[in-house]
């Protein structure tokens, strides 16, 4: 993992977007502080948190931004969007309608950012596995279809959250070398 005192090679905008509620925010949180929280308090001020890691010998920052609450359709504005080489797009596995709802996200994102921004799809809250609501064939299948990297993360048991934005950073890494 990255040394913050080394300089930085690369600095990679990633921003997350999908449904309100879908744990958007505490997967960055996870990610970026090792954190978590059960408490639902909309995002609030931080437009983004970044962390430092090292991808083949090379510091890099990722800059990861978060809504602060913009969820609505069409309410998080282009500048959101601009200068990301990376994008998370979320839903829950325990709501079939936030997963419903990646098809517009992901048409929202195509029609703002850059056409070569690097796209991984997750389904967060594993956890509540017993709830699942979204079998991991349908998701896995419509990745496939729109070329995008796909997961299952728990921010609340930490799972795959590190794999996930690894998989996003690596890649944007490997198109930028
Ligand atoms: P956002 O609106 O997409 O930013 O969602 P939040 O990160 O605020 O999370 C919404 C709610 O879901 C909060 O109560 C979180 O604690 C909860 N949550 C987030 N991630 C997980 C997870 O992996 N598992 C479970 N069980 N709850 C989660
Ligand atoms: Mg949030």
Known sequence: YGDASQKIDYVFKVVLIGDSAVGKSQILARFARNEFS???????GVEF??????IEHKSVKAQI???AGQERYRAVT?????????AMLVYDITKRQTFDHIPRWLEELRSH????????????????ENQRAVPTEDAKEFAQKEGLFFLETSALESTNV???????L????NIVN
Do not use: H, M, P
Request: no cysteine; aromatic share 10%.
């Open 38 to 44: 059960l408490d639902s308090k909309a995002t609030i």
């Open 49 to 54: 948190q970044t962390r430092t890691l090292v």
């Open 65 to 67: 931004w978060d809504t």
């Open 78 to 86: 282009s500048a959101y969007y601009r200068g990301a080489v990376g």
């Open 113 to 128: 950012a850059d056409k070569n921004i690097v796209i991984i799809l997750i389904g967060n809250k594993t956890d509540l």
């Open 162 to 168: 590190e794999n996930a934005f690894l998989t996003v």
């Open 170 to 173: 690596t890649e944007i890494f």
